[in-house]
């Protein structure tokens, strides 16, 4: 095949195309406005790959996506450009509309107007894959119930309603022109190349720098966490193999409080780089703080996968535990990567 990944240099996308070179023969095109979030640097060893290419444009352009369907053919779209954090999208929501809605439109003219000129055998085969999050269906209001692929939708911020009305647009290309669409809703991430506004990063990050851990509320907001490795496998599995049409939920079988997502970080630090005060261990959980909930902050997510799994043969490779020490080590053994974030030295190393 041949991939265009909207938003590769993001967290899910680089992952997306560095599983892509590493474990595929596809050839891969990364589209990225490069916005705050986008890191060159998150793709590794996966740019030096003679399958790669690079596209530094804004997928509101469509002069530019006109110009990129037309050089470079792409076989399959993996639509993963988003603005994604909720506290931003709470205090700058414009934003939000204009990525996550106009952006979508943009970018499914485009592939409607390619795919229109496609020879039969060409149009067949054809993809269109939007990836989507579990935060468009609200949240739970038991403990024992899930999401679905047919839970009614019910977004509680500015983000997860920019993202639910771009769903409905992936779907309504779907029903009107015939396009032929996947669409995956998946719950939260977490892993390498995370960028450090996240809850995962931020903890790490924070504590060790000996600041303060803020924790919403009470801590007992639940998500279903997804290693974002996992996730990666998952999409390329949906866009070779899903069928036209069709929506696929991805979880990570991992409900965890946020409390406890902190706490099990500070557990894992201070095992693996203890941190000591005037020469004496002190637990990292010391650093815990409580501070006012956010707006609208949903309860409770949590993923029934079991389609994806009876249907394509996906499950995850990773525990919470596995794949949160694996991250937690990450961060310990890739300070290069994230001191050039948080100085902000990676956006000038742009091209």
Request: with cysteine; charged share 20%; hydrophobic share 35%.
């Amino acid at each position: 095949m041949r991939i265009l990944v909207t938003g590769g240099a993001g967290f899910i996308g680089s992952a997306v195309i560095r599983h892509l070179i590493t474990d595929t023969t596809h050839t891969v095109a990364n589209l990225d406005k490069l916005s705050y979030a986008g890191n060159l640097a998150s793709l590794g060893d996966a740019a030096q790959s003679d399958r790669y290419h690079f596209y530094h444009h804004d997928i509101c352009d469509a002069e530019a996506l006109k110009a990129i369907f037309a050089e470079f053919k792409p076989t399959t779209v993996m639509h993963l450009a988003a603005e994604s954090h909720v506290d931003r999208s709470i205090t700058g929501p414009g934003e939000f509309i204009q990525t996550n809605i106009v952006g979508t439109y943009q970018l499914l003219e485009a592939a409607r107007l390619y795919w229109n000129d496609l020879p039969n055998s060409e149009k067949d085969a054809f993809r269109f894959h939007h990836i989507s999050t579990d935060e468009v269906y609200g949240d739970l209001d038991g403990t024992d119930d899930l999401f679905t692929e047919t839970t009614p939708y019910a977004p509680s911020s500015p983000y997860s309603a920019s993202k639910a009305s771009s769903d409905h647009l992936v779907r309504a290309w779907h029903r009107t022109y015939g396009l032929p669409i996947l669409v995956t809703n998946c719950s939260n991430n977490y892993g390498p190349y995370h960028f450090p506004e996240k809850l995962i990063p931020h903890m790490i990050l924070s504590a060790l720098a000996g600041k303060p851990l803020p924790v919403y509320g009470n801590g007992q907001q639940i998500r279903d966490w997804l290693y974002v490795e996992d996730h990666a496998r998952a999409l390329v599995k949906v866009a070779s193999e899903g069928i036209p049409g069709e929506t696929y939920n991805i979880g990570g079988h991992n409900e965890k409080a946020n409390i406890d997502v902190v706490k099990t970080i500070c557990a894992l630090l201070d095992e693996l780089r203890p941190r000591l005060v005037d020469g004496v261990q002190k637990p990292y959980a010391e650093l815990i703080t409580f501070v006012t909930d956010r707006p609208g902050h949903d309860v409770r997510y949590a993923i029934d996968a079991a389609k994806i799994e009876r249907e394509l043969g996906w499950t995850p490779d990773e525990t919470f535990d596995s794949g949160l020490r694996k991250t937690v080590q990450w961060y310990l053994d890739n300070e290069a990567w994230w001191q050039d974030v948080l100085s902000g030295n990676y956006r000038l190393e742009r091209i």
